[in-house]
């Protein structure tokens, strides 16, 4: 199983997240802000964030770039309920792995975080 950090400001999602990770046995650490996540990416390795896009103190774009710069970097999954069909380009060059649009489900959430744990290895 993985090590994953879930940042979302809304705390609803970011628990909804948390607990469907953890049920399928993966160790999670949920953050509310951007730079906090940063915070503890750089505390220890986690194998995949998922980020949400509009976050406090820093966003998900700015994050993301943010991780590329680490020796051992995250696979990166953007959530959002955004359009985000003319950034993903962009998110893609700031190293972005994956993306789900909100509102999804969490056999979506747990199929994606599974691929991205496959590349990993």
Known sequence: ?????????????LEA????LLDQGHQVVGVSDGREALFQIQLQDFDVAILDVMMPK??????????RGLAHPPAVLIV???DFEGDQQALKATGVTAF????????EL??????LLKREK
């Open 1 to 13: 199983m993985g090590k994953i950090l879930i940042a979302d400001d809304e705390q609803s999602i």
């Open 58 to 67: 820093m966003d998900g774009y700015h994050l993301a770039q943010a991780l």
């Open 110 to 115: 747990v199929d994606v975080v599974d691929q």
């Open 17 to 20: 997240m948390t607990d469907v």
């Open 80 to 82: 959002t309920s955004r």
């Open 100 to 107: 789900l649009q909100k509102p999804f489900s969490n056999s």
